[in-house]
């Protein structure tokens, strides 16, 4: 028979309390509504695939931590392209056991 495999993987912005507090439209609308467009060729700035600030890199053990509880090992985590841009993903597996 044929067996169905998925890699689920979840990108997110942490924004910083501060930063989250001077932009409205993140507060009313939970997303960027004003702002600035990207700066061209930043996939190769310091964003993508970058070491982990200290911050970041904590929140991101405590998801990780969090997901193993309830059976969800992460095998990765890492920085995106953006600034504040970041992914996590389990481990790949056979589809109904990912979904739930």
């Given at each position: 028979g044929v067996q169905q495999n998925i890699g689920l993987?979840?990108?997110?912005?942490l924004v910083p309390r501060d930063a989250y507090a001077r932009r409205p439209d993140l507060q009313l609308a939970g997303r960027t509504v004003v702002g600035r467009f990207s700066p061209r060729g930043q996939e190769m700035s310091d964003h993508y695939m970058a070491a982990l600030n200290p911050a970041a890199l904590?929140?991101?053990?405590e998801i990780q931590h969090?997901?193993?509880q309830i059976g969800i090992p992460m095998k990765t985590r890492h920085?995106?392209?953006a600034p504040g841009q970041y992914e996590m993903a389990p481990y790949f597996g056979h589809a109904p056991g990912q979904i739930d």
């Open positions: 993987e979840q990108e997110f912005f904590a929140c991101l053990r969090a997901c193993f920085r995106e392209v």
